[in-house]
Nanobody, 122 residues
Framework: QVQLVESGGGLVQAGGSLRLSCAAS????????MGWFRQAPGKEREFVAGIRWRGGSTYYADSVKGRFTISRDVVKNTVYLQMNSLKAEGTGDYFC???????????????WGQGTQVTVSS
């Protein structure tokens, strides 16, 4: 079992920045992938960014490339999502997920955090 706890959400003006954190505990994530997903009100959960724990390779949704950065701290077992130049459409609940698949499909991730809310005011 892997436990994931997100933090760092809040209210920010359009153009501003936030950094989300996801602390992992339980079984070692080893060669797994960690992903950030966003769910806007009334919409399906969508992929935002992912990182391979071993090596740290990253991948992003086109909508956030150049503005968001995913990173990890292997000592703290924590994944971060630095979000810059936030837009109103970035509003939603942000979830951290973990699995060994490395896909962008939410259904392929077994472990999820409880989510943290981000509101971007325009």
């Amino acid at each position: 079992q892997v436990q994931l706890v997100e933090s760092g959400g809040g209210l920010v003006q359009a153009g501003g920045s936030l950094r989300l954190s996801c602390a992992a505990s339980g079984r070692p994530v080893g060669n797994w992938y960690m992903g950030w997903f966003r769910q806007a009100p009334g919409k399906e959960r969508e992929f935002v960014a992912g990182i391979r724990w071993r090596g740290g390779s990253t991948y992003y949704a086109d909508s956030v490339k150049g503005r968001f950065t995913i990173s990890r701290d292997v000592v703290k077992n924590t994944v971060y999502l630095q979000m810059n130049s936030l837009k109103a459409e970035g509003t939603g609940d942000y979830f951290c997920a973990a699995d060994n698949s490395g896909t962008t499909y939410p259904m392929s991730y077994r472990y999820w955090g409880q989510g943290t809310q981000v509101t971007v005011s325009s």
